[in-house]
């Protein structure tokens, strides 16, 4: 008897032993890319290999600028969600692909629209900034969005007098008040990444390190923002490596910075900050889902694809929109 012939199911059909190895996986990504008419932006946090070969790497607020600007029909997003959920908010049209769909964040996770809204309500008067790390849900019960490179100015664009509430980083938040001395409502949400950061551990190896600078991300605790030499956005970290004298760097964000970094500045030495417990935490576990295999997959099956409610993206694009403005 013949055993009629199924269709390969998705799991074999994504065995990796039949992906492209090596160059030819490079090679069939930009062969996608053109096929689809695709443009690959990916952020400083994932793996050199897709950095090498993205049309654009940048900080949250330069990948949502470049996302509102592209003309590309395909937009594959190497990032985590709520990155390619505003490429998707600010292109409705387009489609937005993602290499997983689990690439989360934990500011966005513990912060639950519902939870959010009754915050919101509790707090009658305040306007509410939120930090792009949310989901479409909380961008939609937001004025204005805000990335941890202009959340200063972007806070600032409020009259003094006006009562702000900021979600969800509770460091970064902490920050912008200390920045502009003024108070604000905070979620009390944080980055599992930057909360392993201590100030016990820099003061160690600055110990080690006397002529080092020590540069921080803004979602570091106060206590370790208080010993940097330099705070900033990713793109803000990059730019201070590149254009400063020092020679030795210590660098409290998650290491994928380090690889344009390094190419930045081949002379100096880059000391990635080390994680409280001895761990790996300073390799955020969200970002590093993507990996080259799966980009490949997302642009060879058009899937994982963000999709969203028309009439929440509505309300999601408006506080993104007025960042871009006050951008
Ligand atoms: P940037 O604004 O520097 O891109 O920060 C994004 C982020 O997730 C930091 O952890
Ligand atoms: Fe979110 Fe932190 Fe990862 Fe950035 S590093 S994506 S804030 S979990």
Redesign the pocket.
Same mark, same amino acid.
């Given at each position: 008897m013949s055993v009629p012939l199924m269709p390969a199911t998705d799991a074999q059909r994504r065995h990796p032993n039949e992906l492209p190895q090596g160059e030819a996986l490079i090679r069939e990504i930009a062969r996608l890319r053109k096929e689809l008419d695709a443009v690959v932006l990916a $952020?400083?946090?994932q793996d050199g290999e897709i950095q090498d070969l993205a049309d654009f790497v940048g900080?949250?607020?330069q990948l949502s600028q470049a996302a509102a600007k592209t003309s590309a029909k395909v937009i594959v997003f190497a990032g985590v969600h709520f990155m390619a959920e505003t490429a998707k908010i600010l292109n409705p049209d387009k489609q937005v692909l993602i290499p997983d769909l689990d690439a989360g +964040?934990s500011l966005a996770d513990r912060c639950p629209p519902e939870a959010f809204a009754r915050w919101v309500a509790a707090h009658p008067g305040h306007k509410v900034i939120s930090y792009i790390?949310c989901s479409a849900g909380v961008k939609a019960l937001s004025d204005v969005i805000c #990335?941890? %490179?202009n959340a200063v100015q972007i806070c600032n664009s409020f009259p003094k007098d006006q009562p702000l509430i900021f979600a969800p980083d509770r460091h970064l938040g902490a920050w912008v008040e200390k920045q502009l001395g003024r108070k604000m409502v905070l979620w009390p949400g944080f +980055?599992v990444? $930057?909360e392993q950061f201590t100030a016990r551990q820099l003061l160690r190896l600055k110990a080690q390190h006397p002529q080092a600078e020590i540069i921080a $991300?803004p &979602?570091c605790e106060a206590s370790v923002l208080d010993l940097a030499d330099y705070i900033g %956005? #990713?793109?803000g970290l990059l730019d201070h490596v590149k254009a400063s004298a020092a020679k030795t760097f210590i660098v409290a964000t &998650?290491v994928g910075i380090l690889h344009l970094m390094a190419k930045a500045r081949p002379d100096a030495e880059l000391i990635p900050a080390p994680p409280s417990s001895g761990c790996n935490c300073s390799i +955020?576990p969200y970002m590093r889902l993507n990996s080259l295999e799966k980009l490949y997959l997302c642009m060879r099956d058009r899937t994982p694809e963000i999709t969203l409610d028309e009439e929440l993206r509505l309300r999601a694009l408006k506080p993104v929109q007025r960042m871009l403005e006050l951008s």
């Open positions: $952020h400083y946090y900080d949250s607020l +964040c790390n #990335t941890s %490179s +980055c990444v $930057h $991300h &979602e %956005s #990713t793109r &998650e +955020c």
